[in-house]
């Protein structure tokens, strides 16, 4: 993974369900909480493990499915790993949740150049732009100031015409040919120039739909004319008495253009969908079923085919055809007799060069039709939003920024590292004088010798204000082709509260050295011995790990030295070595259990809990040790 | 406001060090004590001139003039370093017979701001108003035009034209600024049709941007100048 080596990952359950389930069996039977009658519906992860439970139970023989360990190397696990400080613990599932098992709602939407907190209601107004001065420089994205002319050259009247300037690229709306008669409420200022809407076109396309004229449009041969003529045409009835579509009439703005077209097949998907009171089909188009029934209706009555869907087809009309906006005021716009030709002499014009032509990036935010860089227009800086995070299962909230954009602090944030220990993971150096000669001194993560057994220290640091009791357990040989052996030295310990520092300091100098003691350590301990904790300090604890690499397939070191697990039967399909193979990641499956005060509600019928209302609360899941790269050869 | 300070009295390099360019600067000039002027070819720096501490003018191939009212920022290298092997080894003669044939001079024109950190090499020509921002490279020969901006981290090799920005990073984008008054935008025009109100007024000239800022620089040497002064008084 991208990730310098070592590094931690947590699997978060979401992902496989079968994650171990004697853990979750008994996390569901124990946890008082769970028989809570508050919270009758049972949570899915729960009702589940309890299922295969009783199928482990039934089919004890081939149980691979619960036992299974977590391999870091399937397709699938690359969706469940997640640095530990990436994921949210929910306390009412009391489950780690990853970025897919939570659902996200828009707290607020703001400037991130003003911090101006924007309304919901004002948003989409504002096509996600900032309303107010912020622009963004439409040849190189940098921010825009609002400078004023005259100050600059003349005494500070702060009088003038004021301009959008870039700092950067020295982009000015002056390239544009444009100035400002305020320094406030630029972007209206800028609508108000750009607005391309004809006078009247707004109140137009309001009438269009409301009134019913008997006008034919000239075109509509369809057969279902006379029925549905009157819904047809109500949109064509201000055109013709109003002034003669124009030919010449120049062409609408993009956006003028885009609500034209927008309103005329609104009014045509209205008008043809075989339920006129269906006002799904308005909304939705062609989502609806409403949509698709009319879809699927021009191909059969349009044919013979009608006739095979039984008789009473006849009897129904023909339904409505639509038809394609065909005039200036419903949105057609026809292209300019030349002027694909204009825009190639402009191209090849010298005063225009590759200079004067807009890039693709910069085209991306602009109107369609700009081409040249004296088309494009500054830019509204775009909205952010901060987002509260919820549990997708119990819909309790994880996360929860504050609304205003000047804060970054949050009103809830259960961050998953408050609740599971921390794990980070380092090679343990020896001395050359130490038990173990052969280890070089430090292991090079980055090449490790396959067959030669090195120690890694797992430090798990508690953040929970309750000790915790920890259960490690790895799968001896670690899944995939390279078959490294894994040994956790303690599998069973436990870490101290995260107290507070003050209480451990005034306990006396032998805490404070303690604390210290893990690299002063070295020394003393020596070596590694099974059964021990490494070390142990106020609310963390350390363990050894013990790893033998295993050999690349096809590697050098495998044919001479014939190691029995790792000379399996895909030595075969050694030729094709898949990418990073030589990556030795060891799932490691953490069970913890610590006894945490009782909540409020178990409190009334705390019957099943233990007396001072303490609960015991377990929680499983696997996580993966990147430990390093194994080297080739010997 | 003779704030000439040249580094004649910070001789660190005195005897076997590299050769201390011959400078001759403007009285006017303000020069920082630990600018770096080495090589055998002489500087030349005009009225008004502000060169900041830790710039370094290397003249191994050929002679540096600035013009006035410039700006040279801190770190700034202008010419070539030589060649660390001749460096530490023969120091002067043979490098002199390398270099003097393709004598190439360095010229930075007025009212020229060069940025901090960035290289100018020998015979670059940069003409007045021109702008180098930080870390950027000016490649040998190659010819800046009038109020032309290099930005940030932008290699120049060739010709930038005059009141042309080169912005992105490496090889950059290039765009010409406004320096007469531009059509307005098609948009606008457009819309005042479409909607049949007036056409908005006609916007100034690009240029009253570009005069501005020569205004504003020289307001800020000048106000530098005056602050620097009682600091050499003392």
């Known amino acids: 993974m991208s990730r310098p080596f070592p590094y931690t990952f947590i699997s978060c359950p979401c992902a496989d369900t079968p994650v171990p389930d004697p853990a979750r069996k008994r996390r569901s039977r124990e946890s008082p909480q769970k028989q809570s009658p508050q919270k009758p519906a049972p949570r899915p992860s729960t009702s589940e493990g309890e299922k295969k439970g009783t199928t482990a139970n039934e089919q004890r023989d081939e149980d691979d499915e619960d036992e299974q360990t977590f391999d870091p190397r399937s397709p699938r696990s690359d969706f469940s790993l997640y640095p530990p400080e990436q994921l949210l613990y929910c306390e009412e599932c009391h489950q780690i949740k990853c970025s897919r098992c939570i659902t996200e709602e828009i707290v607020s939407w703001y400037c991130p150049s003003c911090l101006f907190e924007t309304p919901s209601s004002m948003v989409r107004g504002d096509g996600n732009r900032c309303g107010r001065n912020c622009f963004n420089c439409p040849v190189c994205t940098a921010p825009l100031a609002v400078s004023t002319i005259e100050n600059a050259t003349g005494n500070g009247t702060q009088q003038g015409p004021w301009v959008l300037s870039c700092a950067y690229c020295l982009w000015t709306t002056l390239d544009i040919g444009i100035k400002f008669d305020k320094p406030t409420n630029i972007r209206s200022q800028l609508q108000k120039m750009t607005d391309a809407t004809p006078p009247a076109a707004f109140d137009r396309s309001r009438q269009a739909s409301r009134t019913l004229d008997s006008l034919k449009h000239p075109l509509s041969s369809s057969a279902s004319v006379e029925e549905h003529g009157n819904a047809r045409e109500r949109e064509r009835d201000i055109e013709h008495p109003a002034p003669k579509e124009d030919p010449t009439a120049p062409p609408m703005g993009a956006d003028a253009q885009f609500a034209a077209l927008k309103n005329f097949y609104r009014a045509q998907i209205a008008e043809t969908s075989n339920s006129p009171n269906d006002h799904l089909s308005s909304d939705f188009g062609f989502s609806s079923p409403g949509a698709l029934n009319r879809l699927m209706s021009l191909y059969t009555s349009s044919s013979r085919l009608g006739g095979l869907y039984g008789g009473n087809k006849k009897a129904k009309s023909k339904p409505p055809v639509m038809r394609e906006a065909l005039t200036a005021s419903e949105g057609l716009q026809i292209a300019p007799k030349n002027g694909e030709a204009d825009i190639i002499a402009r191209l090849a014009s010298p005063d225009c060069g590759w200079e004067g032509v807009a890039s693709l990036d910069q085209r991306k935010a602009q109107a369609p039709n700009a081409r040249f860089v004296g088309d494009l227009l500054p830019l509204p800086v775009l909205l952010r939003t901060k987002r509260a995070k919820r549990c997708k299962s119990c819909k309790h909230i994880l996360v929860k920024p504050e609304t205003k954009p000047q804060s970054t602090r949050f009103r809830i944030r259960l961050i998953a590292l408050s609740y599971i220990p921390l794990p980070t993971l380092c090679p343990l150096a020896f001395s050359s004088s130490s038990a173990l000669p052969s280890m070089a001194p430090t292991p090079d993560l980055d090449s490790l010798s396959p067959l030669r057994p090195i120690h890694v220290l797992l430090t798990l640091k508690n953040h929970m204000f309750d000790p915790v009791r920890i259960t490690l357990a790895t799968p001896p040989v670690t899944p995939g082709r390279v078959a490294t052996k894994v040994t956790v030295l303690s599998p069973q310990f436990e870490i101290g509260a995260n107290s507070d520092v003050w209480d451990e300091a005034l306990q006396g100098a032998s805490a404070t050295s303690s604390g210290d003691s893990k690299s002063a350590g070295l020394g003393q301990r020596g070596v590694p011995e099974a059964g021990k904790v490494w070390d142990k300090g106020r609310n963390w604890t350390t363990v050894v790990l013990e790893v033998v690499p295993g050999t690349l397939p096809g590697s050098s070191a495998e044919g001479g030295d014939g190691n029995p697990e790792t000379t399996d039967e895909d030595v075969v399909a050694v030729a094709a070595s898949r990418k990073d193979e030589d990556v030795l990641e060891i799932p490691v499956f953490v069970h913890m259990d610590w006894d945490a005060d009782a909540q409020l509600d178990q409190q009334n019928l705390g019957k099943a809990s233990k007396a001072d209302d303490k609960v015991t609360r377990e929680l499983a899941y696997w996580m993966v040790l990147g430990v390093g790269r194994i080297q080739a050869s010997l | ?234």
């Open chain 2, 1 to 234: 406001m003779a704030t000439l300070k040249p580094p004649t009295n910070t001789h660190r390099s005195s005897s076997s060090g590299p050769p201390k360019a011959p400078l001759k600067a403007d009285s006017t000039a303000t020069i920082a004590d630990n600018v770096v002027f080495q090589g055998p070819y002489p500087v030349t720096i005009g009225a008004g001139t502000v060169i900041h501490p830790r710039a370094k003018f290397y003249t191994y191939e050929g002679p540096i003039v600035v013009g006035d009212g410039c700006i040279i920022c801190e770190k700034a290298v202008i010419g070539a370093p030589p060649p660390s092997s001749s460096r530490s080894s023969s120091p002067q003669p043979s490098r002199d017979a390398e270099s003097s044939p393709k004598e190439s001079t360095t010229r930075i024109s007025y009212f020229v701001t060069i940025g901090p950190s960035s290289i100018i090499e020998p015979g670059v020509h940069i003409h007045s108003s021109a702008t180098i921002e930080a870390l950027a490279i000016i490649r040998r020969g190659a010819d800046i035009g009038s109020h032309a901006k290099v930005g940030s981290t932008c290699e120049i090799t060739g010709r930038v034209g005059e009141w042309f920005v080169v912005w992105g990073s490496g090889p950059g984008m290039r765009r010409k600024r406004a320096r007469g008054p531009k059509p307005m935008s098609p948009a606008v025009l457009d819309a005042a049709r479409i909607a049949q109100t007036a056409i908005p007024a006609p916007a100034p000239a690009g240029k009253v941007i570009e005069d501005a800022r020569l205004m504003v620089l020289q307001k800020e040497r000048e106000v530098l100048g005056r602050m620097l002064v009682p600091v050499k008084k003392k």
